[in-house]
């Protein structure tokens, strides 16, 4: 049998109150920006809604969410706790958030197609013990399969970029 040790992942706690409160204001942030963006469109006719309409819902949407998520911290007592990852888990983490960043800011000029190959490459790498032949037969599944979906079925213009 061996002995080798196992790393263990390690745990910090961190108040859930203050979670609740960065999450929320950084939801109303996000949705502000959001709705602002959104000003150019049309709201249209009530017989013929613009491409305003959606957007000005999801970021209410939010707000209302947003607001809620305040309100819960605010209720919360301020000395629950709760637990983060630290040490390797904590850089995972970051390099999941870095990759999600780079796969939304590289969509508009290497196209959704190639992004998404990319993005389920990277991910698929931290997260899964594939080899590496399974993980780009799948990350190409998944990208295709996306753009089946939104681009063929549903007919969502998203970007071409590089294709």
Known sequence: M???PTPQSTTAPHSKRLGY???G???LVLSAIYLFLSRDYSFGEMDQPGARVWPTVVGLMMIVSSGFVLWEGWRMSPD???EMPSGPGAKRVVLMIVLMVAYFASMEFLGQLLSSFLFCVFFMRLVSPLTWP???GASLG???GLYLIFVVLLKIPMPKGLL
């Open 2 to 4: 061996d002995a080798t």
């Open 21 to 23: 409160f960065v999450t």
């Open 25 to 27: 204001a950084v939801g």
């Open 80 to 82: 629950e706790t709760f």
């Open 134 to 136: 399974k993980l780009i």
């Open 142 to 144: 998944i990208s295709l």
